[in-house]
């Protein structure tokens, strides 16, 4: 077909969409309920409209699936239309907030939306990333991975780019082309009554982009939740027939991006993109709503950097929980949508977010505690010895914590008799419960231990005698660590005895005796990575000579504790000083309390605000003065204003009225470790203000360097905004942000706490702890000039009650690299995992059983690079995903049972890119995907 366009008409790609919210102001069940009548009409409109030749669906298939569960019977109508491309769908399973959530996270995403836009027929091979608040630098080379050579977006575009199509490049040199929407994804909301009316505003927009149009001119037709309007083909129609200098078509975003310009003479961007220059990006949803974000680390954690390994090299590929961590990840990428991971929502909406975050981890907790129970029942080694399983790739050592039903003193050894430091931590003698019970009642009582018999609790004995009052008296003794257990089959015939007793109406009086418990903390030496090691439980105290050059050593006097690396000295107003390799940093950890007037999307000082930076009274307690572990708590009690004055438009001032808030923040000093780990916790009572964590730097930096998705990024002091919204530098960091001159550097390894930023002129970084808010959106702030979104309350969103944070503090020589901050972050985030080698009793039982393994193992080693993935694909192949996480080439070797491993290289979608024989030679920043060989 030829072009339908006379001579100097312009032509018009008009793509009719809409963007739909699965959850926001609305809980997803009443959102859904709207989408049902929306697709229902959209499919009527296709299937009688032929002049409505393609609408695309918001490029997720998510919003399929949730309307099919409610329509199953339209599947056919749906996948009709979708393979003769009158629909697309894809390529996302949702439209997600980049920076909220992990790498691992948005490429899951990507492939489950990939997969199942190429079952349904209508995968749209466009990178479409209409209104994510940011952009990651990486984007560009997930798309390239997944062979997607467009993005089209909207937001952060900076005021360096003036044009309609560019060139995004991400940190390891992959390109895709940008279609920028310029002036938003409804610069064409809704269709004008007259073909006049369609050029006149054609006409408007055209002037608004002037000489910044590269190509044609796209006019995105839709808009949030917005229904199609069968007027569509008429109102072209009449506008073309007009030839008033533009010709109209209504075309897929693939058709249209294949005809636009791709030389090189398109404009250069390099790394994320975040600007406010002409569109919000709402920098402040990375700090409301704290523990979302708390509970989508420790999810994405749990899941990725622990079940997934230890079930893939742990269980047989026919045993791996394939269901189990696929409805672990469906939680997590529904998650990732961008109004629920930023939590910009309605109450109801971020409770359900908060209950998939916890269904996920539960889900993950208990696939690793599975691998991690198989692993011990088959290592050969006697009995209550210890098995220390390290989940992450790099070797290394940890603090440990092992209870025994015992008082009597006990120490580990590795297999080659060295005994590792020790430290008792608790001592208790768990109380005896007597219940009387009458008749058949008994039946409850005798389920519930049978049940603790299952998990694990062991009996020396059950002792049964009528006694003076004509009840039937039975005591059941817990067996201690040391004593001889009775069998199952001894268990079985005394609970029955109880039963018929019972069944006979007798009244019955069961004691279940109570029994000693100690606990210990040990500092175990380096554990493989994805391997393991044993340790053999001995009696007696840790040997005196085991804690050589590796104690922990606190002085309550002093307020000072310190190892080998560090030292610490908490101050009178309850900071603390740092000194490590020869760097000392005073005033650490001074805790700011300001209003804020702004709402679940963006920061806003009040006008007359009120700053708390300084505690009325504080009280310093040493808690645990080592030898393996070394805490100080301070109580800081503070007067901070109840809340803010002001509405739903905007706030004033803070009220005068104030109330006392006493915060706990707990510093802890592990043998082994050159970093300072802090916690706080607190019962939160006031409303509209953020509370941050400020560090005086070791010098003044000109940036920070934060992990974030699949790279480091560098930023420097400022950020660029523009008239709708100030450029505020408060920054997303993942796993750390380091602040560093080149020589000395100091580092923050925060749990799920995104938000930093660098203040005082480079001198002080500051960590957001809380940010409190009770509105979605207001009207008139500070720090933006419109509204984000409708003004519904959020009680929720203040955070009223109790609230607890962690992090880590490092002080360091060099920068991010010298001081190795990925494993740092892996020590800091990722426990070693424990469990009793051998059966010892009912809990450890594996419900997959393994062949028998040695004392001390490992399973998989990488080398080169990062491990951002390990998992079996739907075949049974082990996946591993490696990242060049550094800003120089390398190599990076995979080993499995000592040897190279083999098999391919893959992309995003599983195709063979090339060979794999147990080295890859890697880009600065590079993602390769290796698919191994049995």
């Not at 049978?450 to 006694?467: N, S, Y």
């Not at 009040?606 to 003065?625: F, G, K, L, Q, S």
């Not at 024989?917 to 993602?927: F, K, N, P, Q, Y």
Request: glycine share 10%.
């Amino acid at each position: 077909m030829g072009d339908p366009r006379v001579a100097g008409e312009q032509r018009v790609a008009i793509v009719a969409h809409t963007h739909w919210d699965r959850e926001w102001y609305e809980p997803f069940q009443a959102f859904r309920y709207r989408l049902v009548g929306l697709v229902d009409r959209l499919l009527d409109v296709l299937e009688s409209e032929p002049g409505y030749r393609s609408f695309l669906l918001d490029g997720q298939t998510q919003a399929v699936d949730d309307y099919l569960e409610l329509r199953p019977d339209a599947a056919p109508r749906i996948e009709r239309l979708a393979r003769a491309g009158r629909l697309s769908v894809g390529p996302w399973r949702i439209l997600m907030d980049e920076a909220m959530v992990s790498g691992e996270t948005l490429v899951r995403n990507l492939q489950m939306g990939l997969r199942r836009a190429t079952q349904i027929g209508g995968l749209m091979e466009v990178g479409y990333l209409p209104d994510m608040f940011c952009h990651i630098a990486q984007m560009p080379q997930l798309l390239a991975l997944a062979g997607l050579r467009d993005a089209v977006l909207w937001r952060g575009v900076p005021n360096a780019i003036t044009t309609t199509g560019f060139w995004w490049e991400s940190p390891d040199a992959s390109r895709v082309r940008v279609e920028y929407l310029y002036g938003s994804y409804a610069n064409l909301a809704q269709i004008a009554d007259t073909g006049a009316g369609l050029i006149g505003l054609t006409h408007d927009y055209a002037a608004e982009v002037g000489d910044g149009l590269v190509g044609d001119l796209l006019l995105m037709h839709g808009g949030d939740h917005r229904v199609p309007d069968p007027a569509l083909p008429r109102v072209v129609q009449a506008a073309n027939d007009l030839h008033a200098g533009f010709h109209f078509d209504v075309v897929s975003l693939a058709e249209h991006l294949a005809r636009q310009p791709r030389d090189d003479t398109l404009p250069l961007w390099r790394g994320e993109l975040r600007s406010g220059a002409r569109a919000n990006v709402l920098m402040g949803t990375a700090s409301n709503h704290i523990d979302v974000h708390q509970r989508c680390a420790a999810a994405e954690r749990a899941l990725e950097r622990v079940a997934e390994p230890l079930a893939t090299l742990l269980f047989p590929a026919e045993r791996y929980p394939h269901a189990a961590l696929d409805l672990a990840w469906d939680q997590l990428v529904l998650n990732s949508a961008h109004d629920s991971s930023c939590a910009c929502s309605h109450d109801d909406t971020v409770a359900a977010v908060n209950t998939r975050y916890a269904e996920a981890r539960h889900l993950a907790e208990a696939v690793a505690r599975d691998a991690v129970r198989s692993l011990g029942a088959a290592v050969d080694a006697p009995p209550w010895s210890v098995v220390v399983v390290n989940p992450t790739a790099r070797a290394r050592g940890g603090l440990v914590e092992v209870a025994a039903g015992t008082h009597r003193p006990f120490h580990l050894t590795t297999p080659d008799g060295r005994a590792m430091p020790g430290q008792i931590v608790g001592e208790e003698w768990a109380e005896s419960t007597t219940t009387v019970v009458q008749g058949t009642k008994v039946h409850w009582l005798l389920r519930m231990l049978r049940d603790r018999v299952g998990e694990g609790m062991r009996i020396r004995a059950i002792e049964m005698h009528d006694d003076a009052a004509g009840e039937h008296a039975v005591t059941v003794h817990r067996a201690a660590d040391d004593d001889e257990p009775i069998g199952s089959d001894a268990i079985e015939r005394a609970l029955a005895a109880v039963d018929e007793r019972g069944r006979a109406g007798a009244t019955q009086r069961i004691t279940i005796t109570g029994g000693p418990r100690r606990t210990m903390l040990f500092a175990v030496a380096a554990v493989s990575g994805f391997g393991w090691t044993t340790l053999r439980r001995a009696d007696g105290a840790t040997p005196a000579g085991s804690m050589a050059g590796a104690a922990v050593q606190g002085d309550e006097a002093e307020r000072t504790m310190h190892n080998e690396y560090v030292s610490v000295t908490v101050a009178t107003d309850g900071t603390y000083t740092v000194t490590a390799t020869g760097i000392t940093v005073t005033g650490l950890g001074r805790l700011v309390d300001g209003g804020d007037g702004g709402d679940t999307y963006n920061y806003s000082p009040p006008p007359d605000d009120v700053i708390v930076d300084a505690p009325r009274a504080v009280r310093v307690t040493m808690t645990e003065a080592g030898p393996v572990r070394a805490r100080i708590e301070i109580e800081s009690e503070y007067d901070w204003p109840t809340h803010a004055l002001g509405d739903h438009v905007q706030v004033t001032a803070r009220a005068a009225s104030t109330v006392s808030v006493a915060v706990h923040t707990t510093l802890e000093l592990r043998a082994g470790e050159a970093w300072l780990r802090v916690g706080h916790r607190f019962d939160n009572p006031s409303r509209d203000h953020r509370l941050r964590a400020h560090f005086p730097l070791p010098a003044p930096v000109d940036g920070s360097d934060a992990d974030c998705a699949f790279a480091v990024v560098h930023r420097g002091l400022t950020a660029e905004g523009g008239p709708q919204e100030h450029g505020l530098p408060t920054f997303v960091a993942r796993r750390f942000v380091d602040c560093s001159d080149g020589a000395a550097g100091l580092a923050l390894i925060p749990d799920g706490l995104l938000e930093y930023e660098v203040v005082d002129g480079g001198r002080e970084l500051a960590l957001t702890l809380l940010r409190s808010t009770g509105w979605i959106s207001r009207s008139s702030m500070a720090y933006r000039a419109e509204p984000a979104g409708p003004s519904i309350a959020t009680p929720g969103a203040q955070l009223i009650g109790p609230v607890e944070m962690q992090y880590a503090v490092l002080v360091h020589v060099g920068d991010w690299q010298t001081a190795e901050l990925h494993a740092v972050a892996d020590a800091v985030l990722v426990p070693l995992r424990t469990t009793l080698a051998g059966s010892v009793d009912a809990a450890t039982e594996p419900r997959v059983p393994l062949d028998p393994q040695p004392a001390t193992g490992t399973v998989l080693r990488v080398d080169g690079a990062e491990v951002s993935a390990v998992h079996r694909d739907d075949t049974g192949a082990c996946i591993v995903r490696l990242v060049r996480d550094a800003p120089t080439p390398g190599t990076a070797r995979v080993l499995r049972g000592g040897a190279d491993a083999h098999g391919e290289i893959i992309d995003l979608r599983g195709r063979r890119i090339a060979g794999f024989t147990g080295r890859v030679e890697m880009r600065a920043w590079e993602i390769v995907t290796v698919r191994l060989t049995p």
